[in-house]
C-alpha cells in the first residue's frame, strides 16, 4: 500500500524544507554547478539535479523511478528545479570513475561550509577538520 499526494495543496515531505535550506546556505548547488562536468546530453544543470537527488534520498527514494516524489501533489509551490526521474537517471549513467574526484571536491567544500553553518559539528581543539565523537 502506498499514498499518492495528488492534491495540489497537500505536501507528502515536508520534512524536506530544512534539509533543502540547510543545503542552499552551504552552497550545495552552487558547489555542484562548476565542479562536476558530465560529458552528453546530461551535462546542464548539475547543481539542480544534485539538489534532486539528494533530496529525492532523504525523502525515501531509493531508485530513479522514487524520484517522482518530488513532483507530487504541492511540492512544486514549495520546491522550485526539481528535476524528472528520466533527467536524473540520464545524469547518473554518464558518470565514470573519473567523476568520483569531482564529487570529492564538491563534498569537502559543502563540509567546510556545513562546519560553518553548524557550531559545535567541529571540535576546534582536537585538530582541523577532526569531527567529534559522540
Request: glycine share 14%; charged share 20%; hydrophobic share 45%.
Amino acid at each position: 500500500m502506498s499514498a499518492v499526494f495528488d492534491e495540489p495543496n497537500l505536501i507528502g515531505c515536508a520534512g524536506l524544507v530544512p534539509v533543502v535550506g540547510l543545503c542552499d546556505r552551504i552552497g550545495l548547488r552552487d558547489l555542484a554547478g562548476p565542479w562536476i562536468r558530465v560529458p552528453g546530453l546530461g551535462r546542464s544543470n548539475a547543481g539542480a539535479k544534485v539538489m534532486s537527488l539528494v533530496a529525492g534520498m532523504v525523502a525515501g527514494a531509493d531508485c530513479i523511478e522514487d524520484m517522482d516524489l518530488l513532483r507530487h501533489g504541492g511540492m512544486n509551490q514549495v520546491f522550485h528545479g526539481w528535476r524528472a526521474p528520466a533527467t536524473l537517471g540520464q545524469f547518473l549513467r554518464s558518470f565514470t570513475f573519473g567523476h568520483v574526484r569531482q564529487f570529492d571536491a564538491v563534498a569537502s567544500r559543502a563540509l567546510i561550509n556545513l562546519a560553518g553553518e553548524v557550531p559545535g559539528l567541529i571540535d576546534r581543539d582536537a585538530g582541523a577538520g577532526v569531527p567529534r565523537r559522540r
